[in-house]
T-cell receptor
Framework: AQSVTQLGSHVSVSEGALVLLRCNYS??????LFWYVQYPNQGLQLLLK??????LVKGINGFEAEFKKSETSFHLTKPSAHMSDAAEYFC???????????FGAGTRLFVKA | NAGVTQTPKFQVLKTGQSMTLQCAQD?????MYWYRQDPGMGLRLIYY???????DKGEVPNGYNVSRLNKREFSLRLESAAPSQTSVYFC???????????FGQGTRLTVV
């Protein structure tokens, strides 16, 4: 069955440092992958999505993710962290048929001044 | 453009009480979903409605019922609340298969 694993429930970086949030999917290659962001006391909103058109996907707020089939990974990166990036981030994959989406457990990003 | 609107935002129930969480979307989306979010567990799908007139169970449907009232509205009912149903509930909608979901602001439910 398709699944996603996010490594690290908490990640802390300094402002201006590289952000790297890890996501691995199960061995069957998914046609779609999503990253969502959740700010405190809000719902989730889409950061970016992979749709097989390109392995490097650019999203909002300077985030990007690279799909690597050989590593079964879809890690989220941002070159320089801002205080406003502090939030929880979720990797997600739709199951075959597309209506059910599996979410990772989430990674909370802390940004230190 | 309100997107996905959930009511109420907060609710405290006593064990055994019932309540209905309301959700409405104004984006003309076909599919709607109810998730619960618990610390360290991500989001888990309770029920979904692929299109108006259909509903299906998700990962954790026990203790819940849903109604797709029309294309806009999808409600979640707890018939007899239990402390294990203390959670944050999110409604979401999407245009269809393999598309991104648009989420409401959530309902924080506490069952005592």
């Amino acid at each position: 069955a398709q699944s996603v694993t996010q490594l690290g429930s908490h990640v802390s970086v300094s402002e201006g440092a590289l952000v790297l949030l890890r996501c691995n999917y199960s061995s069957s290659v998914p046609p779609y992958l999503f990253w969502y962001v959740q700010y405190p006391n809000q719902g989730l909103q889409l950061l970016l999505k992979y749709t097989s058109a390109a392995t490097l996907v650019k999203g909002i707020n300077g985030f990007e993710a690279e799909f690597k089939k050989s590593e079964t990974s879809f890690h989220l990166t941002k070159p320089s962290a801002h205080m406003s990036d502090a939030a929880e981030y979720f990797c997600a994959v739709p199951l075959t048929g597309g209506f059910k989406t599996i979410f990772g457990a989430g990674t909370r990003l802390f940004v230190k001044a | 453009n309100a997107g996905v609107t959930q009511t109420p935002k907060f609710q405290v129930l006593k064990t055994g009480q019932s309540m209905t969480l309301q959700c409405a979307q104004d984006m003309n989306h076909n599919s709607m979903y109810w998730y619960r979010q618990d610390p360290g567990m991500g989001l888990r799908l309770i029920y979904y409605s692929a299109s108006e007139g259909t509903t299906d169970k998700g990962e954790v449907p026990n203790g819940y019922n849903v109604s797709r009232l029309n294309k806009r509205e999808f409600s979640l009912r707890l018939e007899s609340a239990a402390p294990s149903q203390t959670s944050v509930y999110f409604c979401a909608s999407s245009p269809g298969v393999n598309t991104e979901a648009f989420f409401g602001q959530g309902t924080r439910l506490t069952v005592v």
